[in-house]
C-alpha cells in the first residue's frame, strides 16, 4: 500500500490544476489526471471507493480522501507521507512547464525591446542596419541570459531550494554573468576587430560593456520574473494553502479514529453480556464506564488536559482489565506538576492499547506503568509494559504510526514532539516528549 | 448432543460463549480455553463437532489472525468437524469462508443466533466417528501452569471464584479455571450447586455441614482432603434442602 500512496500523491499534485477522472477497476481505484502535458499519471489507490470525477474539484477531493484514507489505513512506515510530498509534485509540474516558460519568455524580451525600435524602423528614425544587428546581438544575447537563468532556477530547485530563493538566486547570478559576457565580448573586439562587423563604431571600453549587461539584461529580469516566477509563488502560496487544509483535516481524523473503535465498542459490550450472570454489579460497573468514554469522545476537542487524559486513559484501561481479568496491573505515575499541562487529546490511548494487547498480555503476569511527568520544560508521556519488547516493530504498528502521525501534524510550527519505542531492561518504553508549550 | 470446544481470549467473552452454548441444549461445551496451545492440548485425545474461534486471540502469538491460523491447522488434522468463527468485525469473513467453516458469529452475541449456528453444525454433521470423540457428560478443564487438566463429573469437588478469577479444587488441589462460575453451573448442569455467589460445589462431594454462630459452611472433598466452603446466608434453606432430598436418615420438616 504504501508504494502505491506514492503515485497517487504525485497524481494528486496535477490534480490540482488539471481535469482528471477518476475510475474504478476490479476494486482498485484508479485516478487518471490528464491534460499536463506528457505526465498523464495513474495512481492506483488500493480499494477505496472513488467514482468518476465530475469536475476537478470533485476529483481533487476524492483522491485527497483516498489518500488520507491509505494514509492512516497502511502501517504507515514513518514517514511514508512527507511533509513536502505536495511541493514535490509541484516542483514536477514546475520544472516540466520550464522550457516552455522559457521561450515564451524570451519571445515577450524580444517584443518589448524592438517593438518601439520597429515603429522607429518604419520612420525612418532608425537605420535597417542598426535594427537588425539589434535584432540579432540582443536575440543571441537574451538566448543565452535566459539559458543561464532558466539553469541556475532549475538547478536550485532541484537542489531543493525554495521557489522564491531559486528566483532571487537565478536573477543574481544572470546579471554578473551578462556582464562577463558583455566584456568578454569588448576584449574579443578588440582583439578581433572583425567581431565589431555589426556596429563599427561601439565602443568597446569595460564601462560601457558592464553598463549595457546591466541595462540589457533588466528587461530580460524583468520580463521573467514578472511572467513566471511571481505567478508560480502566488500558485504555490495558494497550494501550501490548500496542504495545511488538508492537514487539518488528516488530524481531524487521526483523532476520530484514535477515541473508539467498532471493534472495542463491540468486544466491551459482548464482555459486558458475559459479566450479566456471573457478576451483575461489574456488569453495571462497565456500562457506566463505557457511557462515560462515549459522552467524552463526541466532546473531546484538539487538546486535553494530562488530568483528561489519565481519567480517559483509567477508565480505558479498567474496561480492558475487565475483559482479561487478573492478567496484568496498571500503575499511575502522574506527577501533580503536569496535571494541567495540554497534551493532543488521547495521543496515548493507542500506546496504551499496544502496551496491552501486544505486552502486558502476552506475559503471565503483565504489569504497565503510565507516567506523566515534566524534563526540561516539556511533558514526557511514557508507557512502558513488561512484555516481550517490540522486535523490529510490533504488529500494532498502525496505532503508533497514527500517534507518530498525530504529532508530526500537531506540532506543526513548533519544536516537534518525539516519540520513540525503546527497551529499557525488561521493559518497552513507548515515550512520547511533547512540544514545549506556547512555543 | 454435539460436542463443542471454546477458543476465546477475553474471560467474559468466553463465559458468555459457554452459557449460550449449554443453553441451546444441543451442544455440550467440551472445553473452553483461552489460548491457541491450550486448544491444542484440548484436542489431542478427543475430537469435537464444532469449535468456536474468535480471530484475534491475545496472548497465542501469531498476530492478530491467530484464529483463523488455528482453523487451519485444526481442520488439516482433522480435529475438529465445523468451526464458527467468532469476531466483532466482519473483516475477516472472505478468508473464514475460504477455510470452510460453516458460520460467522459476531460480537455481542446472542442465543438465537448461536443457536442458529449449532443447528447448521447438527445438519452437517458427517455420520461415523473418526477418533474418539469429546464424551457427553460434561468435563471440567482446569488449568495447572500453562498444561491441562481434564477433571470428570465429581473429581471436581467446588470452583471458588475469588476477584475475577475462578479455581477448583479436586484431589490435584486448586487449579486454574478459565470460566465463570455461571458458565461452569451451565456447563456441569444439576449435580452441582451454587452455595455462595463465590462457591459452587458438587453436591456428591458435600461430606458435612457446619454451623459456626450464624455461619453455615460446607466440608467438601474426599476421605484425605477437604475444602470448607461458606454457604450464603439467603441460600441456606435452599442448601439443606438440596443437600437432603434423596438422602436417607433425616427427614425434612417444613
Not at chain 1, 502486558?360 to 513488561?386: C, P, Q, T, Y
Amino acid at each position: 500500500v504504501i508504494s502505491a500512496c506514492q503515485p497517487a500523491t504525485r497524481a494528486y499534485g496535477r490534480v490540482a490544476r488539471a481535469p482528471a477522472v477518476a475510475v474504478e477497476l476490479d476494486g482498485v481505484a484508479v485516478v487518471w489526471a490528464t491534460a499536463m502535458p506528457g505526465s498523464s499519471k495513474m495512481g492506483h489507490l488500493s480499494s477505496e471507493r472513488l467514482l468518476a470525477a465530475p469536475s476537478t474539484a470533485h476529483a481533487h477531493s476524492m483522491v485527497h480522501a483516498a489518500k488520507v484514507g491509505l494514509a492512516s489505513r497502511s502501517s504507515l512506515g514513518r514517514s511514508s507521507f512527507d511533509r513536502d510530498s505536495h511541493t514535490k509534485s509541484g516542483l514536477d509540474g514546475l520544472l516540466a512547464g520550464l522550457r516552455m516558460h522559457a521561450v515564451t519568455g524570451y519571445a515577450a524580451v524580444l517584443v518589448v525591446i524592438l517593438a518601439p525600435l520597429s515603429v522607429r524602423l518604419a520612420y525612418g528614425v532608425v537605420k535597417p542596419r542598426v535594427f537588425f544587428s539589434t535584432l540579432f546581438a540582443f536575440g543571441l544575447v537574451m538566448a543565452c541570459g535566459m539559458v543561464v537563468l532558466v539553469s541556475v532556477f532549475r538547478a536550485a530547485l532541484l537542489r531543493g531550494l525554495g521557489l522564491k530563493a531559486a528566483g532571487v538566486l537565478s536573477l543574481c547570478t544572470t546579471m554578473p554573468v551578462m556582464v562577463l559576457g558583455y566584456l568578454g565580448l569588448s576584449v574579443a573586439q578588440r582583439i578581433v576587430p572583425w567581431f565589431c562587423f555589426l556596429d563599427p563604431e561601439e565602443p568597446t571600453t569595460a564601462s560601457y560593456g558592464a553598463f549595457t549587461a546591466l541595462a540589457d539584461s533588466f528587461p530580460m529580469i524583468a520580463a521573467w520574473a514578472g511572467m513566471f516566477q511571481l505567478p508560480a509563488l502566488l500558485r504555490m502560496h495558494e497550494a501550501r494553502e490548500r496542504e495545511f487544509d488538508t492537514v487539518r483535516r488528516e488530524a481531524e481524523l487521526l483523532r476520530l479514529k484514535a477515541h473508539l473503535e467498532p471493534h472495542f465498542l463491540l468486544n466491551t459490550m459482548n464482555a459486558i453480556g458475559g459479566l450479566v450472570t456471573e457478576d451483575p454489579a461489574h456488569a453495571r460497573e462497565l456500562l457506566g464506564t463505557l457511557g462515560e468514554l462515549l459522552r467524552d469522545a463526541t466532546s473531546i476537542g484538539d487538546e486535553h488536559t494530562v488530568r483528561d487524559e489519565v481519567a480517559w486513559l483509567e477508565r480505558y484501561a479498567a474496561i480492558h482489565q475487565a475483559r482479561f481479568p487478573g492478567l496484568f496491573s496498571v500503575e499511575w505515575q502522574v506527577e501533580a506538576s503536569v496535571n494541567d499541562s495540554k497534551l493532543p487529546a488521547l495521543v496515548s490511548q493507542p500506546l496504551l492499547e499496544n502496551a496491552i494487547s501486544h505486552g502486558a498480555l502476552g506475559v503471565s503476569e503483565g504489569k504497565i506503568v503510565v507516567r506523566f511527568a515534566r524534563a526540561g520544560g516539556r511533558l514526557v508521556l511514557e508507557i512502558r509494559d513488561n512484555g516481550r519488547g517490540p522486535g523490529p516493530r510490533r504488529s500494532g504498528g498502525k496505532g503508533l504510526a497514527i500517534v507518530e502521525r498525530r504529532l508530526e501534524l500537531e506540532s506543526r510550527g513548533r519544536e516537534p514532539s518525539t516519540f520513540e519505542l525503546v527497551r529499557e531492561g525488561n521493559f518497552t518504553v513507548a515515550r512520547v516528549v511533547l512540544a514545549k508549550e506556547g512555543t | 448432543m454435539l460436542s463443542a470446544l471454546v477458543l476465546e481470549d477475553e474471560r467474559p467473552a468466553r463465559s458468555y460463549l459457554v452459557e449460550l452454548v449449554e443453553a441451546t441444549r444441543l451442544a455440550r461445551v467440551h472445553a473452553a480455553v483461552p489460548s491457541v496451545a491450550l486448544a491444542l492440548e484440548a484436542l489431542r485425545d478427543v475430537d469435537v463437532d464444532v469449535a468456536f474461534v474468535d480471530v484475534n486471540l491475545v496472548g497465542s502469538g501469531g498476530g492478530p489472525t491467530a484464529g483463523l491460523a488455528f482453523v487451519e491447522r485444526a481442520r488439516d488434522e482433522g480435529k475438529v468437524a465445523r468451526f464458527v468463527i467468532t469476531t466483532a468485525s466482519r473483516e475477516h469473513a472472505l478468508t473464514a469462508f475460504d477455510l470452510g467453516v460453516i458460520d460467522y458469529l459476531t460480537k455481542p452475541f446472542v442465543l438465537s443466533r448461536v443457536r442458529e449456528s449449532l443447528s447448521r453444525v447438527a445438519e452437517a454433521r458427517p455420520a461415523g466417528g473418526r477418533g474418539e470423540r469429546a464424551r457427553d457428560e460434561g468435563r471440567v478443564v482446569a488449568r495447572k501452569g500453562r498444561s491441562l487438566v481434564f477433571l470428570d463429573p465429581g473429581e471436581a469437588w467446588a470452583f471458588e471464584a475469588e476477584g475475577r478469577l475462578a479455581f477448583v479444587h479436586s484431589a490435584e488441589g486448586r487449579l486454574d479455571v478459565d470460566l465463570s462460575l455461571a458458565a461452569l453451573e451451565a456447563v456441569l448442569g444439576p449435580n452441582y450447586l451454587r452455595v455462595h455467589r463465590n462457591w459452587l460445589v458438587a453436591v456428591a462431594r458435600v461430606k458435612g455441614i457446619e454451623r459456626d454462630g450464624g455461619e453455615t459452611s460446607l466440608v467438601v472433598g474426599d476421605g484425605t482432603r477437604t475444602v470448607t466452603v461458606p454457604v450464603a446466608r439467603d441460600r441456606v434453606g435452599q442448601v439443606k434442602a438440596r443437600l437432603l432430598t434423596s438422602t436417607i436418615g433425616l427427614r425434612l420438616t417444613e
